[in-house]
């Protein structure tokens, strides 16, 4: 059988199908399993061994995907995030069962439309994915390895051992990425962040500061206000899949709820993680696959006088976290 699954959105987004892509190669180990994904995503989704072809979605026109897509004679396709371009390539290339959610106008393009209601934030966007999933195949198992995103252990050596070179760590890393993202719309600022950083200063972590393609603005706010904090500053180069190896390595991830959180979690690295105050964008809908008892998830108030609270509340759980793994 060939399955294509379509989840060609941002880099969180798609480290939510992981989970559902495994299970499907484990229920059919000899199915063909393809994905439709950002040109972001593909470092990551070439590094699952439970993907067998990615194909990269540049934003064709429907028609001219159709025509890429047709010729490899997908036999069921699962539509994780749908919207209507991809819908209309799926129906022109008369895959047989093409599973979606039931919403937009898009589902009129597909023939398995499956009811979900995700704005009712019932559960995790992951687990409607494996929802959709289970539509499919009704009798699969819904279990999942932890951390499901692995990589071979000399290479994340390798990845180490180059990084400590070059930025001249010695001690285990407590890392913060300050940047918006996702579906993140609250946020410590960068004065925020390097407070808390400043709570854990001693001798036994190293702080890093990571930032990545977009963030020359919060890189050059965190320059000109870090002061006496000392703190290395990591500028990521290369793919996604390199950075998630050197996360790999990382003691704590301190971070907003984005892309960096999710490939953190996936990799087993343990997180604290900011969140906005509505349901939409909660830590109830946005968790990432990663094992539960490593996430520490905090939804930041609106209200400044709560917020503050929080602040506080985050700096005393920060300092007890870094303590207990002392």
Same mark, same amino acid.
């Given at each position: ?5 379509? !989840?060609n959105?941002?880099?969180g987004?798609f480290i939510?199908a992981l989970?559902s892509?495994y299970?499907?190669?484990k229920?059919l ?6 994905v439709?994904i950002?040109p972001?995503? @593909?470092s990551?989704? =070439?590094a ?10 540049e934003?064709?026109k429907?028609?001219?995907?159709a ?6 004679q997908?036999?069921l ?7 209507? !371009?991809?819908?209309i390539?799926?129906?022109l290339?008369?895959?047989p !069962? ?7 106008i898009?589902q009129i393009f597909? $023939?398995r439309r ?6 009712e934030?019932?559960m995790? +966007?992951?687990e409607? $994915? ?16 932890q951390? =499901? ?5 000399? @290479? =994340?050596?390798?990845?180490?051992? +180059?990084f ?5 760590v010695t001690k285990?890393?407590?890392a913060f ?9 609250? $946020?410590? $600022?960068v004065a925020?962040y ?6 854990? @200063? ?9 930032f990545?393609p977009?963030? +020359?603005?919060f890189l050059?706010?965190?320059k000109?206000s870090k002061?006496?904090l #000392?703190?290395?500053?990591?500028e990521s180069?290369?793919s996604?899949? *390199?950075?998630?190896k050197l996360?790999?390595?990382?003691k704590?991830?301190v971070?907003?709820s984005?892309?960096?959180?999710h490939?953190?979690?996936a ?9 906005? *105050?509505t349901l939409?964008a909660?830590a109830k ?7 539960e008892?490593?996430?520490?998830n ?5 209200d400044k006088? #709560?917020r503050?609270?929080m ?9 007890k976290?870094?303590q207990? *793994?002392?």
């Amino acid at each position: 059988m060939k399955i294509l699954v379509v !989840r060609n959105d941002k880099l969180g987004d798609f480290i939510t199908a992981l989970p559902s892509l495994y299970i499907i190669k484990k229920h059919l180990p000899d199915c063909h399993l393809a994905v439709l994904i950002a040109p972001l995503n @593909e470092s990551v989704a =070439l590094a699952c061994d439970f993907i067998d072809e990615v194909i990269i979605d540049e934003g064709q026109k429907a028609k001219e995907l159709a025509a890429f897509i047709k010729p490899k004679q997908f036999d069921l396709s699962i539509t994780l995030f749908s919207n209507t !371009r991809v819908a209309i390539a799926q129906f022109l290339a008369r895959i047989p !069962r093409r599973f979606a959610p039931a919403t937009k106008i898009a589902q009129i393009f597909y $023939n398995r439309r499956i009811k979900q209601r995700r704005s009712e934030v019932k559960m995790a +966007e992951f687990e409607y $994915n494996m929802q959709l999933v289970q539509a499919a195949f009704e009798d699969i198992d819904l279990s999942y390895p932890q951390p =499901l995103l692995q990589f071979d252990h000399n @290479e =994340l050596e390798k990845v180490y051992t +180059e990084f400590k070179q070059t930025t001249g760590v010695t001690k285990d890393v407590v890392a913060f990425h300050c940047g918006f993202g996702g579906s993140s719309d609250a $946020n410590w $600022n960068v004065a925020e962040y390097i407070a808390l950083a400043k709570t854990i @200063e001693n001798e036994s972590i190293d702080i890093v500061f990571t930032f990545g393609p977009g963030d +020359e603005t919060f890189l050059e706010t965190f320059k000109a206000s870090k002061g006496d904090l #000392k703190a290395t500053i990591y500028e990521s180069q290369g793919s996604v899949a *390199d950075f998630a190896k050197l996360i790999a390595s990382f003691k704590l991830f301190v971070s907003t709820s984005t892309g960096t959180f999710h490939i953190a979690s996936a990799v087993g690295t343990q997180t604290m993680t900011f969140f906005a *105050d509505t349901l939409f964008a909660s830590a109830k809908r946005w968790k990432s696959i990663g094992d539960e008892t490593l996430q520490h998830n905090y939804m930041i108030p609106l209200d400044k006088v #709560k917020r503050q609270e929080m602040f506080e509340q985050v700096k005393k759980d920060l300092q007890k976290l870094v303590q207990e *793994d002392a």
